[in-house]
């Protein structure tokens, strides 16, 4: 067993790719900056060169564009944007043309291609840099989104995502991911060992619930139900939903068989979201598998506000998941008291900007 930082498992990544495919590129603004998207791209430009390690102007619909014509002439691009939001610019090139191109010309062209985009709370950044937009992009046809919640699905997730797919591949990174360490298992290169390329993974056991969770909301559950297994002898299944648009219903519902109860946290809206996609597979799978209504823990429903105080009332925190369970239990919760280290803005390592 070893220990990795998430941000050096992306650096580890993006250099592995570069090196074993000579024609892989990276674009994106900041990408040669000394601070290189949060560490993860720091280096590659002195060791790589200018001409594949690409600082660009902020131009992200041409961007993207340029990257879909290196993917059709053979090339591996991988596009990063320091905030998800900006991938919005380029809306029309990844949902119109990557995400369709193989399909229109029957096959005849393969698009394979990662964007790395960065989500997550910081220090106040407003409503256009805070967005988390998975489920947008899960709604298409055509594209592949992942939400590493740890650095060994960082590693092999983008192993095979570059050597093994032949479609454009969404990376939604947390920030406040990026300074924390993992233990990993010691052949983390190993794709053998994957059941599936994206997967949907049981990362606690439990009985009684089950909670199903997306990229930094998976530590989250951890915590909470260790704290409810102490406190209250509650046993949640925690299950890292891995790729919001490759969900395993087999696994899934072979744990709700077990718990018939359901939560899902998630670091985005519930409204036609991950939460009512989980609700949806459910419905439609087995209506009666759950004796008691889901709850879904989710940010609040209004653009993120840029106060600090808001902002901490915007993001779900570990006292509304921990409560979340217990009323879908049907456990008095009015009391519930969490220890000051459990805070979610003290547990994190403090986001450092300044971007």
Not at 248 to 260: A, F, N
Request: net charge negative.
């Amino acid at each position: 067993m070893k220990n990795i930082i998430y941000s050096d498992a992306l650096n580890f990544s993006m250099k592995s790719i570069l090196e074993k495919n000579e024609k892989s590129v990276i674009l994106g603004q900041g990408v040669s900056d000394h601070k290189g998207i949060f560490g993860s791209t720091t280096g590659l430009t002195d060791q790589f060169g200018s001409n594949r390690v690409i600082d660009v102007p902020l131009s992200e619909e041409a961007i993207t564009g340029i990257g879909l014509g290196l993917s059709l002439n053979g090339y591996y691009p991988i596009m990063t944007h320091i905030r998800a939001d900006f991938s919005f610019l380029a809306m029309n090139q990844i949902i119109n043309l990557f995400a369709k191109y193989k399909y229109m010309y029957g096959g005849q062209f393969s698009v394979p291609g990662l964007i790395r985009l960065v989500v997550g709370r910081s220090w106040g950044q407003g409503a256009q840099h805070s967005q988390s937009p998975q489920s947008l992009f899960s709604h298409i046809p055509g594209l592949t989104v992942i939400m590493p919640s740890n650095s060994l699905d960082v590693i092999q997730q983008y192993k095979y995502a570059s050597e093994n797919y032949d479609s454009l591949v969404i990376s939604i990174e947390h920030r406040l991911l990026y300074d924390l360490e993992f233990v990993c298992n010691e052949d983390v290169y190993d794709l053998d060992s994957l059941q599936s390329p994206w997967g949907t993974k049981i990362k606690r056991v439990g009985t009684d619930i089950t909670i199903i969770a997306t990229s930094i909301m998976v530590l989250e559950a951890l915590r909470a139900s260790e704290f409810l297994s102490e406190n209250y002898e509650i046993e949640c299944e925690v299950l890292d939903l891995g790729s919001p648009s490759h969900p395993d219903r087999q696994v899934i519902l072979e744990s709700l068989g077990k718990t018939r109860k359901l939560i899902v946290a998630d670091t985005s809206w519930s409204a036609y979201g991950v939460a009512a996609e989980i609700a949806r597979i459910v419905v439609e799978s087995n209506p009666n598998i759950l004796n008691s209504p889901m709850r879904s823990v989710t940010t609040v429903a209004t653009p993120c506000p840029t106060g600090k105080s808001l902002e901490d009332i915007f993001y779900p925190s570990l006292r509304d998941l921990t409560s979340a369970v217990l009323q879908v239990i049907d456990k008095k919760f009015d009391n519930v008291k969490l220890s000051s280290d459990l805070s979610f803005r003290d547990y994190y390592i403090k986001f450092k900007g300044p971007f």
